[in-house]
Nanobody, 126 residues
């Protein structure tokens, strides 16, 4: 399984960015996809996740500002980030896992995902 992120960059506070995550190597579309982020000097935290039916889960810190979606035909997930704040700055990682292989429900827990991308940097200036 391979996961590749794209779309990071530098944006002013209040601006928007859209991240993309392409997954390959799964035998079907029944896999979770999620975004995690890691700010400098901090641990990695879950941001948003989506399953193959479109059910989603968000961290409280991004609810109402970020939207996760996916295109099963393209094996791609997206993270639309609006109203960005300086505290959203960090390396954003995409993760994927076969549904039900580790846990039976969608989570934002790092150990529940086994395939990870290299990350894309998001920097929000004040």
């Amino acid at each position: 399984v391979r996961v590749v992120e794209s779309g990071g960059g530098l944006v002013q506070a209040g601006g928007s960015l859209r991240l993309s995550c392409a997954a390959s190597g799964f035998t079907n579309n029944r896999y979770y996809m999620a975004w995690f982020r890691q700010a400098p000097g901090k641990g990695r935290e879950g941001v948003a996740a989506i399953d193959s039916d479109g059910d989603t889960r968000y961290a409280d810190s991004v609810k109402g500002r970020f939207t996760i979606s996916r295109d099963n035909a393209q094996n791609t997930a997206y993270l639309q980030m609006d109203s960005l704040k300086p505290e959203d700055t960090g390396m954003y990682y995409c993760a994927a896992e076969t549904e039900g292989r580790v846990v039976p429900i969608l989570t934002l827990i790092e150990p529940d995902f086994g395939s990870w991308g290299q990350g894309t940097q998001v920097t929000v200036s004040s």
